[in-house]
T-cell receptor
């Protein structure tokens, strides 16, 4: 079973543009994480935001969390060809489970 | 520091055959996860270990899947017998502790059942 739903399922943008992906979830969480997965590879952790935080930055990444709406967004600024990958949100709950969403496939056009 | 190591990377078998996947987590990581990932989908948890104890195996199909983590380090995931629907990528991940923290993933084992 999957907790999160990412939107959009697929996104294609021009290099240099910003990319925004959204994640909605169903139950209470302790934290929400974002991961990147290049084709045929394992997942790589990008950023973690705790349930008492509203916004977090890491380099070109900006994550927001709205617990009242049970939603999060990941913004990648000034996109590069190397950002082409699938991006997954994952929720960490008080039951100590980490459950992944279905992912957004991001494609950066040169 | 070495990352999470999985083997084999690829495995092709005929249905009804057994298969096993091995995972070596990052040294010192007490928590180990096995996830299944179907094409175009997110990872789905199969089992989570805290040291050598399986603390969450509710999603593991126990009629054909089994897992073990002897001595709380390496882990093996076995399928016997494999079915066509088991074709997927099997991902292993570990974390240092505090089960809702960052996960470190291996490259995965891609299984094709013919």
């Amino acid at each position: 079973s999957q907790q999160g739903e990412e939107d959009p399922q697929a996104l294609s943008i021009q290099e240099g543009e910003n990319a925004t992906m959204n994640c909605s979830y169903k139950t209470s969480i302790n934290n929400l994480q974002w991961y990147r997965q290049n084709s045929g590879r394992g997942l790589v952790h990008l950023i973690l935001i705790r349930s008492n935080e509203r916004e977090k930055h890491s380099g070109r990444l900006r994550v927001t969390l709205d617990t009242s709406k049970k939603s999060s967004s990941l913004l990648i600024t000034a996109s590069r060809a190397a950002d082409t990958a699938s991006y997954f949100c994952a929720t960490g709950s008080s039951a100590s489970k980490i459950i992944f969403g279905s992912g957004t496939r991001l494609s950066i056009r040169p | 520091e070495a990352g999470v190591v999985q083997s084999p990377r690829y495995k092709i078998i005929e249905k009804k055959q057994p298969v096993a996947f091995w995972c070596n987590p990052i040294s010192g990581h007490n928590t180990l996860y096995w996830y299944l990932q179907n094409l175009g989908q997110g990872p789905e948890l199969l089992i989570r270990y805290e040291n050598e104890e399986a603390v969450d195996d509710s999603q593991l199909p126990k009629d054909r899947f089994s897992a073990e983590r002897l001595k709380g380090v390496d882990s093996t995931l076995k399928i016997q017998p494999a079915e066509l629907g088991d074709s997927a990528v099997y991902l292993c991940a570990s974390s240092p502790g505090g089960s809702t923290g960052e996960l470190f993933f291996g490259e995965g084992s891609r299984l094709t059942v013919l």
